[in-house]
C-alpha cells in the first residue's frame, strides 16, 4: 500500500469523547493498493471514533459499490456494499495486532492510519462467489449438491444393520451389563 495521510485521523489532537468522520472512496482509493480484488468502486466510510483514556472504538459504516468481475461470465458489475464495522484501538508499549479487530498502540502515537481498515473491510463485505445481478436469481444446477454423499464404506444394497458381519466377540461383550 502507497502512504496516503487523508485517511489518517489525528488522534493526538482528539479530546476523550465521540467524534464523527466521513470519506468517500473512489478510484483514487483503491489505486493506493496493489491489488486486482477491487478495481474501483464509490463507497461512503461513516466513522464514529469514540475516545476514552485507555481505548479508542472506531465504528466504519461503509455503503456503496464496487466494481467487480462475475465468476461465471467475467462480465463487469457492481456489487453493493453495505457493512458495519469495528476496531478496538488500545494503548500499551508497543504497536501490534493483537486481533482482527483489536489494535494496540503506544500512548505516544499521532496519528491513526484507517485506510488499510477500510480496504480490509470493503473486502469482508464482498461474497464469495461473485455472480452478475443476472445469474443471483437463477436455482442452483443441483439443489442438493451440499448434501451429495462422497464417500462411504458400505457396498451398495447392504443392510444398515451390520449385525451380521459383526465379530461374534463383539456380540458377547455386548452382553456383559
Given at each position: 500500500m502507497k502512504k496516503d495521510s487523508q485517511y489518517d485521523i489525528n488522534i493526538a489532537?482528539?479530546?476523550?469523547?465521540t467524534h464523527h468522520f466521513a470519506f468517500d472512496l473512489d478510484r483514487s482509493f483503491f489505486e493506493l493498493f496493489d491489488q486486482e480484488l477491487i478495481p474501483d468502486g464509490s463507497v461512503h466510510a461513516d466513522i464514529t471514533l469514540t475516545k476514552t483514556e485507555r481505548l479508542i472504538t472506531v465504528d466504519f459504516d461503509l455503503r456503496g459499490t464496487v466494481r467487480q468481475v462475475c465468476d461465471r461470465?467475467?462480465?463487469?458489475?457492481?456489487?453493493?456494499?453495505?457493512?458495519?464495522e469495528q476496531l478496538l484501538v488500545r494503548f500499551g508499549e508497543e504497536t501490534q495486532e493483537l486481533d482482527?479487530?483489536?489494535?494496540q498502540i503506544t500512548p505516544d502515537t499521532q496519528t491513526l492510519p484507517l485506510?488499510?481498515?477500510l480496504f480490509d473491510y470493503i473486502g469482508l463485505a464482498l461474497p464469495m462467489k461473485k455472480l452478475h445481478p443476472r445469474f443471483q436469481n437463477e436455482p442452483d444446477e443441483n439443489p442438493d449438491a451440499d448434501a451429495t454423499l462422497i464417500f462411504t464404506t458400505r457396498k451398495e444394497g447392504e443392510d444398515d444393520s451390520d449385525d451380521d458381519d459383526t465379530d461374534p466377540r463383539w456380540n458377547a461383550l455386548k452382553n456383559l451389563n
Open positions: 489532537r482528539l479530546a476523550d469523547k461470465s467475467l462480465d463487469d458489475y457492481d456489487q453493493k456494499i453495505d457493512a458495519q482482527d479487530n483489536v489494535l485506510a488499510q481498515h
